[in-house]
């Protein structure tokens, strides 16, 4: 049964970089053809998706983001890392990582998520 | 990017009701779509991907229909588990993106 679990600060400054790694167990993170994400949710609020990346590396962020995301992975470690930048008040949110599960074609659902964790941006 | 827009935005109903949430596309999204459901401080569950195939493990009370831009999440009997906050999302095209989310109330 592959799991995902997020863990980073609960409480980031802003201006400061919000930084966020999520461990996979049950599974490699380079075995199969799957992508791995960073999603959020802004309190009360829907999902965005943030952006994914592939175990060789390769990545795809949401344009609306694009400019400070930084999504990384370390197959030694069995974990992918999110890094967002210059954060405000307006990146508080419970973030989540999933993975995207490969069924044909352009279907890529969420089959595994995290539980999720809240990132406070505050002084 | 390509908009999710979900109907309705919150839904009253009893126990043994039949529910249906509607999830429509700005634009042909074939069938990359699929549906969660969210319980109240929880990750979003799967059920339901590419609009009709039921996830592994989800009760089959639970079915999906469409293609294009029109799409149904239908739950056939509803159960008090089942009373959560649902949403559609695309895969068709990146970046993805999600609907609004139908609550589902206790009536």
């Known amino acids: 049964q592959v799991q995902l679990q997020e863990s980073g600060p609960g409480l980031v400054k802003p201006s400061q970089t919000l930084s966020l790694t999520c461990t996979v167990s049950g599974g490699s993170i380079s075995s199969g053809n799957y992508y791995w994400s960073w999603i959020r949710q802004h309190p009360g609020k829907g999902l965005e998706w943030i952006g994914y990346i592939y175990y060789s590396g390769t990545t795809y962020y949401n344009p609306s983001l694009k400019s400070r995301v930084t999504i990384s992975v370390d197959t030694s470690k069995n974990q992918f890392s999110l890094k967002l930048s210059s954060v405000t008040a307006a990146d508080t949110a419970v973030y989540y990582c999933?993975?995207?599960?490969?069924?044909?074609?352009?279907?890529?659902?969420?089959?595994?998520w995290g539980q999720g964790t809240l990132v406070t941006v505050s002084s | 990017d390509i908009q999710m827009t979900q109907s309705p935005s919150s839904l009253s109903a009893s126990v043994g009701d039949r529910v249906t949430i509607t999830c429509r596309a700005s634009?042909?999204?074939?069938?990359?779509l699929n549906w969660y459901q969210q319980q109240p401080g929880k990750a979003p569950k799967l059920l339901i991907y590419a609009a009709s195939s039921l996830q592994s493990g989800v009760p089959s009370r639970f079915s999906g229909s469409g293609s294009g831009t029109d799409f149904t999440l239908t739950i056939s009997s509803l159960q008090p588990e089942d009373f959560a906050t649902y949403y559609c999302q695309q895969t068709y095209s990146t970046p993805w993106t999600f609907g609004q989310g139908t609550k589902v109330e206790i009536k």
């Open positions: 999933a993975r995207e599960l490969p069924c044909g074609g352009d279907c890529r659902p969420f089959d595994y």
């Open positions: 634009q042909s999204i074939s069938r990359y």
